[in-house]
T-cell receptor
Framework: AQSVTQPDIHITVSEGASLELRCNYS??????LFWYVQSPGQGLQLLLK??????LVQGIKGFEAEFKRSQSSFNLRKPSVHWSDAAEYFC????????????FGAGTILRVKS | KAGVTQTPRYLIKTRGQQVTLSCSPI?????VSWYQQTPGQGLQFLFE???????NKGNFPGRFSGRQFSNSRSEMNVSTLELGDSALYLC??????????????FGPGTRLTVL
């Protein structure tokens, strides 16, 4: 069965510091991978996605992620965190059966301290 | 373009009642998916509709149902509500193709509280 693991429930970083959020997936075929962000009381916003090709993908708000097939990982990174980045981040895998279905990780709550 | 809209935004019901939630996708989008978000179970896929047909379903009891209309608007219904149905229900739409390569755009959700 498909699954996504985000091992860190909470992460706290200082404003201006670099960030890496971890994501590991389990999926038999070539994965479609996504990172979403959710601010309190809001829906989910797509940060970036990987389908194929270059394993380093760029997203919005200065985020990037690297797909590593050998490690079944798709970690999200940002070189310098801003206070407005505080939110919950979800990694997801798109399941390759007929139709749209996303399997999400449990999420990582990012706190930014000034 | 207007985003995905969900109504109502907040809802309070009592056990045993039923509820209907509505989702209007982005104009031109034909795929609508529903997700349940709870602190304990996280984000879980409920079902997906494309051109008025359910083409994917998650592992939820039959009390959860949905439908899609010819204008792509979708409703989900939960009958015989249980306390555990309290959750944020998120709707997402994707573009005309509705394939796995299409980004899903999420609405703000409907917060359902069951007392």
């Amino acid at each position: 069965a498909q699954s996504v693991t985000q091992p860190d429930i909470h992460i706290t970083v200082s404003e201006g510091a670099s960030l890496e959020l971890r994501c590991n997936y389990s999926y038999g075929a070539t994965p479609y991978l996504f990172w979403y962000v959710q601010s309190p009381g809001q829906g989910l916003q797509l940060l970036l996605k990987y389908f194929s090709g270059d394993t380093l993908v760029q997203g919005i708000k200065g985020f990037e992620a690297e797909f590593k097939r050998s490690q079944s990982s798709f970690n999200l990174r940002k070189p310098s965190v801003h206070w407005s980045d505080a939110a919950e981040y979800f990694c997801a895998v798109g399941v390759m059966e007929y139709g749209n279905k996303l399997v999400f990780g449990a999420g990582t709550i990012l706190r930014v301290k000034s | 373009k207007a985003g995905v809209t969900q109504t109502p935004r907040y809802l309070i019901k009592t056990r045993g009642q039923q509820v209907t939630l509505s989702c209007s996708p982005i104009s031109g989008h034909r795929s609508v998916s529903w997700y349940q978000q709870t602190p304990g179970q996280g984000l879980q896929f409920l079902f997906e509709y494309f051109s008025e047909t359910q083409r994917n379903k998650g592992n939820f009891p039959g009390r959860f149902s949905g439908r899609q209309f010819s204008n792509s608007r979708s409703e989900m219904n939960v009958s015989t509500l249980e306390l555990g149905d309290s959750a944020l229900y998120l709707c997402a739409s994707s573009s005309v193709g509705g394939g796995m390569g299409d980004e899903q755009f999420f609405g703000p959700g409907t917060r359902l509280t069951v007392l």
